[in-house]
């Protein structure tokens, strides 16, 4: 039976494969992790130094798969193993484990070539969903939180309240429906001919076996849900929730997605609840739309975030019955919270950085400087950095505990005393002060959206500066910069604050025009601001 999106013809498809060439097949193995699985007959790393003797039946072997669209069945176990997702936890009950899945490092070659190919046609046909950020290329989670919190604070500029809610999907990847994932494939996506028999080949006739130590169980058969550790595995599953989107258009909410993860936001002013309702008719259909879908929406574990003034959010709180509503919650590994102060967030960064930095000042004595630098970056400088763009424009009291948590982490490096001043510690240490840092990472992520590095969600919100007339300012590079109400949202918004911190870079430096050298340029350029 035909579904309603199958309706919907693509403009154009993808019939064949083009056949692989040494050089092709050589940069695919030198991007693959060489993670070895159970059932490889060598372990990887030894696998690629060797490569180059038996490149030619390499070459035949994946030439053949992509010309007959016949996926090898040897390459369709895998090996899952249960890992515990926190050392701590009872490993008697089965709920702590986390099930990873591995698979044949060949399969990864393979499925990495015919990833190449499917994603160019994908892009080159703007047939992914623009709203979603997950597994794919110049995305990620701090695009995303970045986007949906522009459209917040604008919000908030505009004098409305913002409505968000965390969609919870119950073992979502496990759970997709192979008739309907190779429907869309065939009618949404376009795929046909010998690309489409070789996805069906693919999906059937998958199987799983259990290994725990020196234990495995016997093989089962896979009869549902994209491959768990597969490379093709996430982009089929973002294919699979292509409808979702216009599911969520019909009804004029706001959204974005990051794999299985699904945000919707609204404004709502004090005195008109209306689009509440809206909202609330959205999740039903998304939970039937869902439900039909074999996906599971999992209500227990939706949250509500009510974000706005405090008295202007007890009128809306009559509305919520079965959702009710929270204080912060955790997105994407940040906490939001109703104010959107990003309080509760910084002091949980610099709880864990400093129960990190403890542990790591007891070691010190035994680690050399360059490996206690590495260890350093690894547990406190990513935390500091990880979707600092959105602490862009907070009063600097707010991120003084960053910054406190940055020079203490400087000081047992360098084993300086308390009582030393801290700046030529970091300037010798050629680390950025965390304010520095934040503005790095803006001024970084504007450069790539100007340049078709970034998702188009956040280069939408950049317009060159037209002057009313022809001035000397005409093709220097300059944004608009948007008109907003307040200082504390308005100009904290990403529309806002990237373009005028742009616009003053413009003055002290010249534009690179590749990625890596402006990013050296402007690390030197905001290292003399700070240290001169």
Not at 65 to 85: E, R, W, Y
Not at 276 to 289: A, E, G, H, P, R
Not at 365 to 380: D, G, N, R, W
Not at 399 to 411: D, F, G
Request: glycine residues 4%; positive net charge; proline residues 6%.
């Amino acid at each position: 039976m035909l579904t309603p999106e199958s309706l919907i013809l693509p403009e154009e498809t993808l019939e064949s494969f083009a056949l692989v060439d040494a050089r092709t097949l050589g940069r695919v193995l030198s991007q693959v992790k060489p993670t070895t699985c159970l059932l490889d007959p060598i372990p990887t790393p030894f696998f690629k130094r060797l490569c180059g003797f038996f490149e030619d039946q390499l070459l035949y072997m994946v030439n053949c798969s992509l010309q007959t669209g016949v996926f090898p069945a040897s390459f369709k176990t895998a090996v899952v193993k249960p890992l515990l997702k926190k050392s701590n936890l009872d490993p008697n009950i089965f709920n702590n484990y986390r099930p990873v899945s591995n698979l044949p490092f060949l399969s990864k070659i393979l499925e990495k070539l015919v990833f190449n190919q499917v994603n160019d046609f994908l892009i080159a046909n703007n047939i992914l969903e623009k709203c979603q950020s997950g597994f794919r290329t110049n995305h990620s989670t701090e695009t995303a939180l970045l986007k949906i919190l522009n459209d917040i604070r604008c919000n908030l500029d505009n004098n409305k309240l913002t409505v968000l809610v965390l969609l919870d999907l119950t073992a979502a990847f496990d759970t997709v429906d192979h008739h309907i994932l190779l429907d869309r494939l065939k009618t949404l996506v376009g795929l046909s001919g010998t690309v489409l028999n070789w996805f069906i080949s693919y999906l059937t006739d998958r199987h799983f076996f259990v290994s725990m130590d020196t234990c495995s169980s016997e093989t089962h058969k896979i009869k549902c849900g994209v491959p768990q550790g597969s490379i093709l595995g996430p982009t089929l599953f973002n294919l699979y929730m292509l409808p979702l989107g216009d599911v969520i258009r019909r009804h004029g909410i706001s959204f974005h997605s990051y794999a299985d993860d699904t945000q919707l936001y609204i404004a709502v002013s004090p005195d008109d609840t209306g689009p509440i309702d809206v909202l609330f008719n959205c999740i039903l259909d998304i939970k039937t739309w869902m439900a039909a879908n074999f996906l599971q929406l999992n209500q227990d574990k939706t949250e509500v975030l009510l974000i706005g003034p405090e008295g202007q959010k007890e009128k809306l709180l009559p509305k919520f019955k079965d959702f009710k509503p929270s204080q912060s919650v955790k997105n994407l590994g940040v906490i939001f919270d109703s104010e959107l102060s990003f309080i509760p967030h910084i002091k949980n960064i610099t709880k864990i950085g400093f129960y990190h930095l403890k542990n790591i000042a007891r070691v010190r004595p035994f680690l050399s400087q360059a490996s206690t630098e590495v260890v350093m970056h690894a547990f406190i400088s990513c935390r500091l950095d990880y979707c600092n763009a959105l602490l862009s424009g907070l009063p600097k009291k707010s991120i003084s505990n960053l910054q406190l948590l940055q020079n203490s982490a400087a000081r047992v490096l360098t084993r300086t005393r308390g009582r030393e001043h801290i700046t030529p510690v970091l300037k010798s240490l050629h680390w950025l002060p965390v304010r520095f840092r934040i503005d790095f990472k803006v001024l970084l992520i504007v450069f790539k959206c100007l340049n078709g590095l970034g998702p188009s969600y956040l280069s939408d919100l950049l317009l060159p500066y037209q002057p009313p007339r022809t001035l000397r300012s005409s093709g220097t590079g300059l944004l608009t910069i948007p008109q907003v109400k307040s200082k504390k949202h308005g100009e904290a918004a990403f529309s806002c604050y990237g373009p005028r911190l742009w616009n003053s870079l413009l003055e002290n430096l010249r534009v690179a025009e590749t990625a890596e050298v402006f990013k050296k340029r402007l690390k030197t350029h905001l290292f003399n601001q700070a240290f001169n």
